[in-house]
């Protein structure tokens, strides 16, 4: 498996997201949102209240850091391990059709957000461009890390 398989098989295996932005002192900002993404690896949606911390910080300041990873409570799981680590670029969807787009493919993946709290028009997508990404497989050796630029 090629390093590209790897993110593609890590983007579309997990749900979660670990996300730093950039605060206007600086300062990174890390939490966890739920993603989506089509057939093109690099390219992630969120959604997220446009009064978010993070909706203004993109606004502000669009480079990202992230991991994509989970918890491994066993040492087998951990050989078996893949995760992704990196940068990119987010931007807020103005385009409608976009929005559309990106709506539709969190609620195919978790349909709960279907039923999110307060009006359509409070909300709004973040587009995730990753640039480079740091690919770990473990099940070629542990620690094995490979890195792809888009």
Known sequence: MNVKETVKE???SHNLIHLATIDS???PCVRGVDYATDDNENILYVVTRKDSRKAEQIRN???VAFAIDHDCPEWDDIQKLKYIKGTGTASLIE???????ALGLLIQKF???KNLPGDPSDFVGIKIELKEVLATDNTISFGHTE????
């Open 10 to 12: 890590v983007v579309q």
């Open 61 to 63: 300041n669009g480079k």
């Open 25 to 27: 002192d600086g300062v």
């Open 147 to 150: 890195t792809i630029t888009y």
């Open 111 to 113: 349909p709960f957000l």
């Open 95 to 101: 385009d409608p059709e976009e929005m559309q787009k």
